[in-house]
């Protein structure tokens, strides 16, 4: 299973999936500082796993056979349009888009499009708290017609956050 999570926080989640599932694959997209400390904490608890450590790089195919090599990987946000299509099983994104203006929802949704095939789960304020994208709600979530939804709800814990599956194919 190859996921991807972006805006990982310093990547707890990662760990849960990468304890349990041992033949599971994580990399994470976030930026600076986040993606350092990240890197730096899950290359602590796993000491032993492959890395592939985040660095500048302009094509996929120069990196490919060290990133598929390794089970843990890191990259910036802007790498995230030189990974291949339907590349990924699950993405994740857990209370990062509704930070970001309208435009970076949209091209992210539209990255998350292309490299999954398999599963998206997100988690997001059900209305934002900032201004730079106009406050967006969950009803105004890009979704692609390829997208089934497996659930949309209110978070049963966290009311003013809203949680969705949807199985992209």
């Given at each position: 299973m190859r996921i991807l999570e972006i805006g990982a926080g310093y990547g707890r989640l990662a760990y849960i999936f990468l304890d349990q599932l041992v033949n599971a694959s994580y990399c994470i997209i976030d930026i600076?500082?986040?993606?350092?400390?990240?890197q730096k904490y899950l290359t602590e608890v796993f000491p032993k796993e492959k890395i592939f450590h985040f660095r500048?790089?302009?094509?996929?195919?120069?990196?490919?056979?060290?990133?598929?090599?390794a089970r843990i990987r890191f990259l910036s946000a802007d790498q995230i349009e030189l990974l291949p299509d339907n590349y990924f099983d699950l993405v994740i994104n857990i209370s990062s888009l509704h930070e970001m203006t309208r435009e970076q929802i949209k091209n992210y949704i539209?990255?998350?499009?292309?490299?999954?095939?398999g599963y998206f789960y997100t988690k997001q304020w059900r209305k934002s708290k900032i201004s730079d994208n106009k406050y967006i709600s969950e009803k105004d979530y890009p979704r692609f017609a390829n997208w089934r939804t497996i659930f949309h709800r209110q978070h049963p814990i966290q009311k003013m956050f809203f949680e969705?599956?949807?199985?992209?194919s």
């Open positions: 600076p500082p986040a993606l350092f400390i990240a500048s790089f302009k094509s996929f195919n120069k990196v490919k056979k060290e990133f598929e090599l539209s990255q998350i499009d292309r490299l999954c095939n969705a599956l949807y199985r992209i």
